[in-house]
C-alpha cells in the first residue's frame, strides 16, 4: 500500500486491513495513507498514515449479520408453520364440511327410508285385516300384495343396513321394462283397504294413450306413487 500511495501520489483512505496480535488473535484496522510531499520539489518522500482499531466494530457487525440470518431462518419458518396451520385448517373445514354432508345425507336417507316402511306396513295391515273378514273374496290378490309388501320391506331394511349407501347418498336403482298396466292395479289393489278403513275414496284414471310398458324402476316408481297417495290420505 505505501509503494502504492509513493508511486501514484495518490492516497488510500479508509481500508481494512488484517493483522496479528500478541494474543495470536487477529485484529482489524480502518487504515488511511496519503503522501508526504517536499514542500519545494513537490516531490513524495514518504508516506504519512492513520488507523483505527475496529475489531471490536467488526465483531459487533458480523454478530449482528449471524442474529440476522438466524432470524430470517426463524422467520422463514414461521411462514412455512403458518402455510401448513392454514393447509390444515382447510383440511378441516373440508373434512368437517365433508362430515357435515354425511349426517346430511344420512338423515334424509333415513327419514325417506322410514316413510317408505310407513307404506308397505300399511298394505300388509290393512290386507291382513282383509283376510280376518270371511265374506272377502280374493284372498290369492291379498296374498300376493303381502307377499310383495313383506319382499319391499326386506329390500328396503338391507338398504338401511348398507351404510355405505347412506354415506355416498346413493341407493340403486334398477332400470328395466315393466307393465304400468299391472303396477297401477298393484297400488289400487294396496291402497283400498286402507283409503277404505278412513271412509274415503280411492279411484285411478287412465289415460287412453297410456303405454302398455315403461322402462324404469318399477319399485322406486310404485314407492314414490304410494308415498303421494299416502301424503295424500293425510
Do not use: W
Not at 319391499?152 to 349407501?165: G, P, R, V, W
Not at 334398477?174 to 307393465?179: D, H, I
Not at 289393489?189 to 287412453?208: C, D, N, Q, T
Amino acid at each position: 500500500i505505501d509503494q502504492h500511495v509513493i508511486k501514484k501520489g495518490e492516497p488510500k483512505l479508509a481500508y481494512e486491513q488484517t493483522i496479528p496480535t500478541a494474543s495470536g488473535e487477529e485484529a482489524v484496522l480502518r487504515v488511511s495513507k496519503i503522501p508526504l510531499l517536499d514542500p519545494q520539489t513537490n516531490v513524495v518522500i514518504g508516506v504519512l498514515g492513520t488507523f483505527e482499531d475496529i475489531t471490536e466494530l467488526k465483531n459487533k457487525e458480523k454478530e449482528l449479520l449471524n442474529k440476522n440470518i438466524e432470524l430470517q431462518a426463524h422467520q422463514e419458518q414461521l411462514i412455512a408453520q403458518q402455510q401448513t396451520l392454514v393447509i390444515t385448517n382447510r383440511e378441516l373445514e373440508e373434512a368437517m364440511e365433508k362430515s357435515q354432508q354425511a349426517q346430511k345425507a344420512k338423515s334424509e336417507f333415513l327419514t325417506n327410508m322410514s316413510h317408505e316402511l310407513c307404506t308397505p306396513l300399511n298394505s300388509i295391515i290393512g290386507f291382513s285385516e282383509a283376510l280376518l273378514n270371511e265374506q272377502h273374496e280374493g284372498i290369492d290378490s291379498c296374498l300376493e300384495i303381502i307377499h310383495k309388501s313383506g319382499a319391499q320391506m326386506l329390500e328396503m331394511i338391507n338398504e338401511i343396513l348398507a351404510f355405505e349407501q347412506i354415506e355416498s347418498n346413493e341407493i340403486n336403482i334398477k332400470f328395466c321394462e315393466f307393465s304400468l298396466e299391472s303396477l297401477l292395479h298393484r297400488i289400487d289393489l294396496k291402497m283400498h283397504p286402507i283409503i277404505e278403513r278412513k271412509g274415503l275414496v280411492f279411484e285411478i284414471i287412465k289415460s287412453e294413450n297410456i303405454p302398455s310398458t315403461i322402462h324404469s324402476d318399477p319399485d322406486r316408481l310404485e314407492q314414490c306413487l304410494m308415498n303421494l297417495i299416502n301424503n295424500s290420505i293425510k
